[in-house]
Structure formats: C-alpha cells, structure tokens
C-alpha cells in the first residue's frame, strides 16, 4: 500500500519512517519547505534519540519522500493525518490545522482510501471530519472510504521504541475502518491492538493525558502543603509510595510540552458540564512557575537585595530533561513572570539554541539560579566551584535535581519544606 503522511513534526516524521522502515512507499507532506529539504537529505529537524539512522534508512531505501506539493500525495491508499491541535487564546481547541489536512486529505484521496486521525481530538471529532469528507467529495464515510482515530501515546525521548512496544488503540468509524487500519499498524507495531469506535478512542487518549495532568497536580498541592508543614515532600512523597496501592507522582516548576497542558481542555471542549477537578487541576500546575517565583523573591529578600538589581540565570527551556522542546515550558513562563521585576535574566540550556554558551558564563557575576529543567547534567554540577563566580549565592530548584544543599549558598527547592 502506499502511504501519505500529512504533518511531519514529532510524530508525523517517526510513524513514516517506520512505515518506510516496514517496506511501504511513504511519502510525507508537509508545508514547511525547510523541513521538507532537510528530511529529503537524511536530516531530521528534530532531535530524538535514533531518529537519525532510522531516517537515513528511510532515505537511501527510497522508502521516504517528502513533499511540498499537494499533487504528489493524490490517489493514495492511506492518509495519516499528524497535524498539532493546539489551543486558542481562549483555551478552546484550534482545530484549523487539522481541519486544512482533511480538506487537503480529501481533494487528494480516491474511492477506498482509508484516511487515519492520529493528531489528539476533541471527542467527536472523527464523526465530524469524516462528515466534511463526505461533503467534500460525495464518497460514503464507511463505504467509499475508510476512517478511523489512531492516538500516538509515545513519549518524547523514546519514541521508536513506545511505537513499536506500546499498546494502540484504533477507534474506527465502522468494523471495517478498524480492521483495515490494524493491519496497517500490523506492520510494525508488536504491542497489542485494541479496536473500538472514534469517539472512546479520542476519549481514552485524553483521559490517559488528563489523568498524569491531574496525578502531577496532586503531587504540587502535596508540595504547597508540605511547604506549610516544613516537610520535605520528596521524602514524603517516597515513604508513602512504599504502600502497595499509592504511586505519587513528581512535583515541580510546572506542566510543560504539546500534550499535558492542552489535553485536558481538548477533553472538557465538548461537554456541557465540567464539574471542576480537571479544570482546577490545570490551574495549580499553571501557576507552578509563580511557586518558584515567590521562592526566588523571598531568597532575594533575605540577602536584601532589591529585585530590580538582581542578575537571575535559568538553567533550563525546554519542558522536560534531555529534551530540546520548549512547548509551553514552565521555564518560559517564568522568566515572562520575572523579567520585568529583576536587572537580568540569563538562560543556559545546552540542548537549546539562542542560550548562553557555557554555565560558567552564564553564572559569572550573577545573584541566583534558578533549575528549571531536569537535564542529566544538571544532577553532577559542582555548586562549590559554580558558587565561586557568582555575585550572591542563591540557588531555587524547581526539579528536585539537587540533593544535598550546597554549602554556602541560600537554598530553596519546590517542595523542600522551606519557603
Ligand atoms: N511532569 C511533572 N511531574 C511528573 C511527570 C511529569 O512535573 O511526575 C512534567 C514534566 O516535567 C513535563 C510535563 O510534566 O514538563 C510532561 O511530561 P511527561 O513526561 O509526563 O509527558 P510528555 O508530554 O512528554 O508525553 C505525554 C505522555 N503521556 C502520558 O504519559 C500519559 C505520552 O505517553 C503521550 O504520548 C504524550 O504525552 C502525547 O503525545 O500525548
């Protein structure tokens, strides 16, 4: 079968490679022109462990193509539609994206092409889109073409595998869309496959999404609290995982990334009602960067030091450790939160372009750093020797990366106990 891949970004690039990898014709439609060039010479335009080799296989068998140019993808058996839906302004979905790959989807398609929604969805999304295919082409959802929601559930970072290992879920519109896109999937997924309808497939990938979202929440209000009580939450929060029944999650600086912080609204967009613990949820880990604000203001405080002429240096863009992807990352948000209070704000992440060159640089004259991602080699750093170029001491971790407060310095993590 061939295939088009409408979207090449995190996910859209690995499920056609793998594709590729399984013997398919793939080719990868997308708009950005840079992308397209890149990816045709082997070269990924994101970073993600073996994503390299596995593309260039791709490339070299003649396996993978990418394109700009929407004739190129016309009379195709199969569409895979990985397009992001963010949210807008008003944190109600954006769908115009997808909306574009479907009408994109259905000027190309021909009779009997099955057509998958892999992007995350509102529920009832599915039904809809295959509705406007129908308007748009005459075809009978179902009869003259074939549909169905195919969720990603892979974490960045270890993509090839989570594709390969994990469970899918193919949520068709009709018993034949879901047996013939498990074939599809068949041909590289070695988890097990479960069929069921679109609208519990859209469903139980935002419940999977919302209940992390929700669990994290949990674990930051344990951190308020234990701030209230002086306790160390870490230590809390490990004694009380030893219950067979209780798996806490991390506390932190925030909810970062293109799935958590927006599923859970994709999840309440179409309901009537909300009845308020999704919603709160997102809430406390929004305003997670604040928590780490104010424990930057009363360090600052301690040592007397007007806001205004403090030099801040944040270790740390991205959203998550070992990850150059700044989505929504809590980081950003909290250096929009402090930029207008302090002198300077210096940002190092060695995984992200556009930051200092090196951390003793960065450091050199400054009066607080401030974790805010759990890169690997932020857990080693030598405080002691850091220290030394600093103006004043003060060091905030917003990711448990530090175990043993340096000496020296005035310390303050989330979820520490000290405020
Ligand atoms: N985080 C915490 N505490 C925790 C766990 C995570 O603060 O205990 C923070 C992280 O630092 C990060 C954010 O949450 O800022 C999200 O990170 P993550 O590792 O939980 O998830 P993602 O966004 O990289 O990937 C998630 C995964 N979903 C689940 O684990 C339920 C992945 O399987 C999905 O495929 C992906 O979303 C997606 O694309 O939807």
């Not at 075809?139 to 559930?153: C, L, Q, S, V, W």
Request: charged letters at 25%.
């Amino acid at each position: 079968a061939e295939i088009a891949v409408i979207g090449l970004g995190y996910i859209g690039l690995p499920t056609a490679i793998m594709f590729a990898n399984a013997g398919f014709n793939v080719i990868g439609y997308e708009i950005r022109e840079e992308v397209v060039k890149k990816v045709n010479s082997g070269n990924s335009h994101i970073i993600e462990p073996e994503i390299e080799e596995m593309l260039k296989r791709a490339i070299e068998n003649g396996n993978l193509r990418a394109t700009s140019d929407k004739k190129e993808i016309a009379g195709k058996d199969v569409y895979i539609i990985c397009v992001q839906t963010p949210l807008k302004e008003d944190k109600t979905p954006d769908l115009s994206y997808l909306e574009s790959a479907v009408r994109t989807t259905a000027e190309s398609m021909k009779k009997g092409s099955l057509v998958i929604i892999e992007s995350t969805v509102p529920p009832m999304t599915t039904l809809k889109m295959a509705k406007l295919i129908e308007d748009l082409t005459g075809f009978k959802a179902g009869e003259d073409f074939y549909m169905a929601h195919a969720p990603e559930r892979v974490m960045p970072g270890r993509i090839f595998k989570e594709l390969v290992y994990n469970s899918r879920i193919i949520g068709g519109i009709n018993e034949k869309s879901s047996e013939l896109a498990e074939l599809l999937y068949r041909a590289f997924v070695k988890g097990q496959i479960f069929k069921t309808s679109s609208t519990t497939s859209e469903m139980v990938k935002l419940m999977e999404n919302t209940f992390r979202d929700v669990n994290i929440a949990l674990a930051n209000e344990f951190a308020f609290l234990a701030h209230h009580y002086g306790v160390n939450v870490f230590e809390a929060i490990e004694l009380a995982n030893t219950h067979p029944r209780v798996k806490i999650h991390v506390p932190g600086i925030g909810v970062g990334g293109h799935c958590l912080p927006k599923d859970p609204y994709l999840l309440l967009s179409s309901a009537k009602e909300d009845f308020g613990l999704i919603k709160k949820a997102r809430e406390i880990n929004e305003d997670m960067p604040l928590f780490a604000k104010d424990l930057l203001m009363n360090s600052l405080k301690l040592i007397n030091l007007p806001p205004e002429e403090a030099v801040v240096v944040v270790l740390g863009l991205s959203y998550k450790g070992n990850s150059d992807d700044t989505r929504n990352s809590p980081s950003l948000k909290f250096i929009e939160e402090i930029k207008e209070m302090v002198a300077e704000v210096r940002t190092y992440d060695p995984y992200v372009e556009g930051t200092h060159g090196s951390l003793e640089e960065a450091l050199k004259g400054a009066d607080a750093a401030v974790i805010a991602t759990d890169h690997s080699e932020f857990k080693s750093l030598d405080w002691q020797a850091l220290g030394g170029l600093m103006r004043n001491k003060i060091l905030i971790d917003g990711r448990h990366v530090v175990k043993e407060p340096p000496k020296g310095f005035i310390f303050k993590g989330i979820g520490r106990g000290e405020c």
